[in-house]
């Protein structure tokens, strides 16, 4: 195991300390309820918006707040946390129990933005902000290269609500229909209606937030395939 994770710290850019973070960042709540990355990845979570948040700031002296915030959910979204997390090869490293390692949980998205935030988590506590920043920026560059205010796309709620508003559909239903867990380690089931199509889709995250964003970007993918 030691040597795996001597592989993963140098695609990571980043040698621990306590190697027991690491592990534990990698960890899901399949194999334990009790010891995951679910608290890690709350603090990579907070950790990473400021990150992200500070180099546009700094790389975008005109950007208006709107434009920032932009900027910013498009960085930090789920769908492209999971393709920083496979340009890293994370997957390769995930401990899943038995029934997420059946159905591919070391390729699901969720699973593996959720893991990335927690890594961030765990290299902050084990080497603080300034080493924490200098890695995360170090993923990203590539992206915060080629991001621009005009480039960031709305979030995906939004973006649903712009695409029925423009074909004269009604718009989406939200609810939450499940909440797994104590704060702030919850995990938390939304679905989306449409009832003008009789449609229904589900998603999960570890916020209400970022369960909707996720069925947003489900049901505006189904639509665009459907209609587009």
Not at 14 to 42: G, K, M, P, W
Not at 76 to 98: F, M, N, S
Not at 130 to 147: G, H, M, N, S, Y
């Given at each position: ?10 695609r990571l850019g980043y040698r621990f300390n306590d190697i027991e973070l690491l592990a534990l960042a990698l960890t899901h ?200």
């Amino acid at each position: 195991m030691n040597n795996d994770l001597d592989r993963l710290m140098a695609r990571l850019g980043y040698r621990f300390n306590d190697i027991e973070l690491l592990a534990l960042a990698l960890t899901h709540r399949s194999v334990s309820r009790h010891r995951n990355y679910e608290r890690l990845e709350f603090l990579g979570d907070a950790q990473l918006g400021q990150i992200i948040s500070i180099a546009l700031f700094e790389r975008f002296p005109d950007a208006a707040e709107g434009q920032l915030t932009r900027m910013r959910a498009s960085l930090v979204r789920g769908q492209t946390l999971a393709l920083v997390a496979r340009e890293l090869g994370l997957g390769d490293y995930l401990v899943l129990g038995g029934g997420e390692l059946k159905s591919g949980g070391f390729r699901r998205d969720s699973i593996l933005a959720d893991s990335l935030e927690a890594i961030i988590g765990a290299i902050l506590l084990d080497g603080g902000e300034a080493p924490c920043r200098e890695v995360v920026l170090d993923w990203f560059d590539e992206r915060l290269q080629i991001i621009t205010p005009q480039s960031a796309q709305k979030d995906a709620k939004t973006r649903l609500q712009e695409w029925l508003q423009a074909r004269k559909f009604e718009l989406p239903t939200y609810q939450v229909t499940q909440v797994e867990g104590l704060a702030p380690t919850q995990t938390f089931e939304v679905t989306c209606e449409l009832e003008q199509m009789q449609q229904t889709f589900k998603a999960q995250g570890a916020s209400r937030r970022k369960a909707e964003q996720q069925v947003a970007a489900t049901v505006l993918s189904w639509l665009e395939q459907q209609y587009d």
